[in-house]
Structure formats: structure tokens, C-alpha cells
Nanobody, 114 residues
Framework: QVQLVESGGGLVQPGGSLRLSCVAS????????MHWVRQAPGKGLEWLSI????????RTVDAVKGRFTISRDNAKNTLYLQMNRLNTDDTAVYYC???????WGQGTQVTVSS
């Protein structure tokens, strides 16, 4: 069965960094585009970033471009999101999903607070 398991969230102070991970199983990870999406409290889903199967092409939303970096390790079936210079507006549940957005993990909570 397809599974996506996000981890790495937590409580961090403004200006801090976190690296999120998403471990995939049950499908051929290495041929799929992958995305990071987040949902802030009381808000809808916000698409963040996409990475191609080979991991050498990405696009990132302007709101986090330059601070967030998507990457992947196909040998480990793992997607990453490096988040730097976090601010309170980054507080959200972060999800990974594949190109078709048909499968989602449980999400990982990121809370940015002083």
C-alpha cells in the first residue's frame, strides 16, 4: 500500500531551521514528481514546491523561495524540505505528496514561536 510518512517538524524559534523528511513506500518513488504542501491554522492548502524525478529541477513558491529547498534521495525513497530563516507565518502542518496528489501522509507540525 502507498505510504508517505512525514517527519522532522517541531517547535523552533524565528530565524531557526528545520529539515523535514518524507519517506515513501508502495510505489516507484524514483519516477514520480514530488511536492511539499502546507496548511496553516484556519487556512487552506498552500502548494510550496515541486521536484522532478531525477532531483535536478525544482520550482518553489515565491513566499518561501530562497529560504526553503526541496531535494530527494531516490536510493532512500525520501523527499526532503530544508527550511531556513523560519518565521511565524511558516507555522503549519507540512505534507508531502506525489505528482497526482492522490496520496498524502499524516503531515508534520511545524510551529515557529518565540
Amino acid at each position: 500500500q502507498v505510504q508517505l510518512v512525514e517527519s522532522g517538524g517541531g517547535l523552533v524559534q524565528p530565524g531557526g531551521s528545520l529539515r523535514l523528511s518524507c519517506v515513501a513506500s508502495g510505489f516507484t518513488f524514483s519516477i514520480n514528481y514530488m511536492h511539499w504542501v502546507r496548511q496553516a491554522p484556519g487556512k487552506g492548502l498552500e502548494w510550496l514546491s515541486i521536484i522532478n524525478p531525477g532531483g535536478d529541477a525544482t520550482r518553489t513558491v515565491d513566499a518561501v523561495k530562497g529560504r526553503f529547498t526541496i531535494s530527494r534521495d531516490n536510493a532512500k525513497n525520501t523527499l526532503y524540505l530544508q527550511m531556513n530563516r523560519l518565521n511565524t507565518d511558516d507555522t503549519a502542518v507540512y505534507y508531502c505528496t506525489h505528482g497526482g496528489w492522490g496520496y498524502w501522509g499524516q503531515g508534520t507540525q511545524v510551529t515557529v514561536s518565540s
